[in-house]
């Protein structure tokens, strides 16, 4: 232990941790998991099949059940995802709706 470490007091556990500790505990913290229908941890860049038809507010289609979304993207909801789909701009699925691939 060098006199050059910076400690921090973790009110938690009421011990003097390392600053570089308790910040990578605070960034866990603040992280979002996203799952899907059956549970499965979704990450930015996977895809998802839909599990059931959706229409589509304001563009005047319906998914189907069975349709790829490739590369999604975590909004830091818990439950929404956004999605790129061909002829439909700034897609949001609900994270209940879709099946990690």
Do not use: H
Request: contains cysteine; glycine residues 10%.
């Amino acid at each position: 232990m060098s006199g050059d470490d910076e400690y921090v007091y973790d009110e938690a556990s009421g011990e003097w941790v390392p600053a570089a500790e308790a910040a990578a505990k605070a960034g866990a913290a603040d992280r979002v998991e996203v799952r899907d229908s059956v549970g499965n941890l979704l990450q930015d860049g996977d895809q998802v099949t839909l599990i059931k038809d959706l229409t589509v507010k304001g563009a005047g289609q319906t998914l189907k059940r069975g349709t790829l979304i490739k590369s999604i993207r975590l909004t830091g909801d818990a439950q929404e995802i956004d999605c790129k789909y061909e002829g439909i701009k700034g897609l949001v699925l609900r994270a209940e709706f879709v099946r990690k691939r």
